[in-house]
């Protein structure tokens, strides 16, 4: 790879930041930082957009001048970012002049071409997403996006011929695997071209809207704020303003998306960048919603989480660490304040804080802090060493195929190994017994451990891994590609005391127990009735989503003789499914079967593979049978 350049959607200013934004943010810094880390030269984009009729509204909710509502807001996300050690090359905002610029310039080249032309709309608009919908569009008459109260309108503007690229932009991404990801997010494209493609509007009349970039062509007009917003990936590295850096970093490696804007970058702006002979993107990138409960965050629900109270709350890089561990990339995740406060006290506390820990006071008290040569390795030191490459390799891996949080499982693989080394090889012991060239080996063994794992988290944690290293008594480091480890970098280094890196949270108290019921006379109680079973309402059944399911692919996962892999498809998304029926199935007779799976479980990983959902069956005995649909039946189909 000779370069490596990620975007962030650019956000609206028409409020403050929230966590969804903090999540790509941070997602694409730590891309950003990681590639940095392997010497490969990096450009990492972000920024605001501000125009539109959202902007627009918001500034009169304000009575404030557009302009002035932006300049106020957009200092809400460069604050949190630089709080965040967000180190984005460039922040760009659509009201910069070079960038109106260039849209003025795309927007003309493209009308000379005949790219561009006016007609007539008559249909519906939605406010809240600024888009113009077909009554075929609609969902009950609502927005199918936002699902918001429409508006009817007609009248006159200008159109991009967006159909005309309709087969060209399927058979792209047919023939390019890695445009649109996950795979199941370019399934979801390629069934909305299955409809006829429209032409875009792509100009608001300044009766309506006049908070927007002037169309050149027609100074009634301003640029509808998508076909704006979207040139940003490209006036931001210098289109039409500076080729040669132009030429040095597009196309984009990774455009980092929620899923609720995929279509804009998945169809709008690969067929605007055909029209204008501009190569496509390597990948668009579509992450889930983090959600609160089962519920979206938005305003409107009032469930919205600040980061700054996060920050606030538990550090900067263990805030980070959550929303990459918690994460699968592609998938939705639920945030609580239970879940966070488990995984920081599992992970950071207990098994990096406690490795750490371990070592830097095992050596305090053995040599005054001094790290000193190892002897000859044996099976055990070599097994951690062996732990440390696997789990370089394995975040390397995960780093490329956009799968952060197995990356970081594998590191923190590597910390669990030093732990069950430490309680193996018990150096506490040695050191009673003055067995002092085999306990010099083992401090050295675990403290290269510690300074492997402080290198490879570092894009994640670079504060808190940065404090690690000058606790190791090292130079600090995020340089993963000159780790090596078998080479003896820390011999000769002498660690310094420190307070505990991750100090544990505490759980919130349990609530008080009621107080104990007065002494009834006891009344002798029946034998409970069989087969009888608790009863539950219907609304807990319809907390349980069940739906068809297709399988896919089907293979045994090394090591676990109960246990099967499955790729599986319900609806529109492939899924990955770990199922314990290898004794009564083969793969090949799984193949093509229509299956039932509770569909709405969180991701878990099973024998580190991770597995989206679970299948039911009917177990009699030694008798096992899955339980399927009577005939054909699409897959993604609700039950019940």
Avoid at 19 to 44: M, N, W
Avoid at 75 to 103: M, Q, S
Avoid at 285 to 313: C, Q, Y
Wanted: hydrophobic content about 40%; proline content about 4%.
């Amino acid at each position: 790879m000779d370069k490596f350049y990620v975007t962030t959607p650019i956000y609206y200013v028409n409020d403050k930041p929230h966590i969804g934004h903090a999540y790509t943010t941070v997602l694409a810094d730590v891309l950003a930082r990681f590639h940095r880390s392997l010497g490969i030269p990096t450009f990492f984009l972000t920024g605001t957009d501000e125009h539109g009729q959202k902007v627009e509204k918001a500034a009169k909710l304000r009575n404030e001048d557009p302009q002035k509502h932006c300049d106020d807001t957009v200092e809400r996300f460069k604050d949190l970012w630089k709080r965040l050690g967000i180190t984005n090359d460039y922040f760009i905002r659509t009201t910069n002049a070079d960038h109106k610029k260039v849209v003025q310039e795309v927007l003309q080249e493209l009308y000379d071409r005949g790219e561009i032309y006016k007609g007539d709309f008559k249909g519906h608009y939605c406010v809240g997403c600024e888009r113009f919908l077909t009554e075929k569009d609609l969902v009950d008459g609502k927005c199918p996006e936002c699902n918001r109260e429409v508006t009817e309108i007609v009248e006159s503007n200008y159109f991009f011929r967006m159909s005309k690229y309709q087969q060209w932009l399927i058979d792209y991404i047919e023939s390019h695997p890695k445009f649109i990801m996950p795979e199941f997010r370019a399934n979801e494209t390629l069934g909305f071209l299955k409809k006829e493609l429209k032409d875009l509007c792509i100009s608001r009349h300044k009766s309506r809207l006049s908070w927007g970039i002037e169309l050149p062509f027609d100074s009634d007009y301003v640029c509808y704020v998508w076909f704006d917003a979207l040139i940003n990936y490209i006036s931001g590295v210098g289109y039409k303003k500076d080729e040669e850096m132009f030429k040095k970093w597009w196309p984009a490696s990774k455009h980092l998306i929620g899923k609720d804007i995929l279509t804009t970058h998945s169809v709008y702006w690969p067929t605007m960048l055909k029209a204008m002979n501009v190569e496509m993107p390597e990948t668009i990138f579509a992450h889930g919603w983090w959600l609160t409960g089962r519920e979206k965050m938005s305003k409107s629900l009032g469930n919205v989480i600040n980061p700054m109270d996060m920050v606030d709350k538990c550090g900067v890089d263990a805030f980070r660490y959550y929303l990459l561990a918690a994460m699968a990339p592609g998938q939705d995740a639920s945030f609580t304040e239970e879940s966070f406060v488990k995984r920081y006290n599992n992970d950071l506390a207990n098994d990096l804080g406690n490795f750490a820990s371990r070592v830097l006071k095992m050596t305090l008290r053995h040599s005054s802090g001094l790290i000193n040569k190892p002897a000859e390795f044996n099976a055990d030191d070599l097994e951690v060493i062996n732990a440390v490459k696997a789990g370089k390799a394995a975040m390397e891996k995960a780093i490329a195929e956009m799968k952060l949080d197995q990356g970081i499982d594998s590191v923190m693989e590597i910390v669990r190994a030093g732990n069950r080394y430490m309680e193996k090889t018990a150096p506490w012991t040695l050191a009673k017994k003055g067995e002092t060239a085999r306990l010099e080996t083992i401090l050295y063994t675990a403290a290269t451990a510690v300074y492997h794992v402080s290198v490879l988290l570092s894009p994640i944690m670079p504060e808190k891994m940065a404090e690690l290293q000058k606790v190791l008594g090292t130079a600090v480091s995020d340089r993963i590609d000159l780790l090596d480890a078998d080479a003896q970098i820390l011999v000769g280094c002498t660690m310094q005391d420190s307070d505990p890196l991750f100090p544990r949270l505490q759980e919130e108290a349990a609530p008080a127990p009621a107080p104990a019921p007065k002494a009834e006379k006891k009344v002798e109680k029946k034998a409970p009735a069989e087969n009888v079973v608790d009863l539950i309402s219907i609304d807990d059944f319809f907390k349980t989503q069940l739906k068809t399911a297709k399988i896919l692919e089907a293979e045994k996962i090394e090591g676990a003789d109960k246990l099967l892999k499955l790729k599986i498809e319900v609806g529109s998304e492939i899924r990955p499914l770990v199922a314990g029926i290898a004794l009564y199935y083969k793969p090949e007779e799984l193949i093509g079967k229509t299956i039932v799976i509770v569909a709405n479980l969180k991701p878990a990983k099973i024998r580190g593979v991770e597995s989206c959902g679970m299948l039911l069956a009917a177990k009699n005995g030694n008798t096992l049978k899955l339980i399927t649909t009577d005939g054909e039946m699409a897959s993604g189909v609700s039950i019940g």
